[in-house]
């Protein structure tokens, strides 16, 4: 499914699936205890809160066509889950590297999603290109 066939509600929801994983991201990878890193996954995570907060008020404008199920099926959470595997298997890259390149997959999922704007209500495009520009 392709992100144009998508409705709003649908685009919104897809979006707070990415960041429900990268909040999980930042769990996992705090676990691991990597002073350097620390800081990143902290201001992340305060990050995605905020965003959450922000997708939350605009799904309230949708009432009725909001669904209980969020989409976590994105390259983004295929890569997530991908490196968990490696880190499970002994085979991690250094964390800071696979953080860094989960940042850059969910910045180009924002991107996606962001290239048919023109079928996103103006509210909603605001938030993302606002969200995505703070990511940066």
Known sequence: MTNNTLSPVEITQKVLGLLTTRKDICEKLAEK????????????????????????????????????????DSEYQAQWKRELEKMNNSEPQPLEKTF?????????????????????PESLKNILEKQLHEME
Do not use: P
């Open 100 to 120: 860094d390149e989960l940042e850059k997959s969910l910045q180009n999922a924002y991107k996606d999603i962001l290239e048919n704007k023109d079928n996103l």
């Open 33 to 72: 205890k990597d002073g350097s890193l620390s800081k990143k996954l902290e201001d992340a995570l305060q990050q995605s809160d905020r965003f959450i907060k922000q997708l939350m008020n605009e799904l309230s404008n949708y009432g009725d066509a909001v669904s209980s199920e969020i989409d976590r």
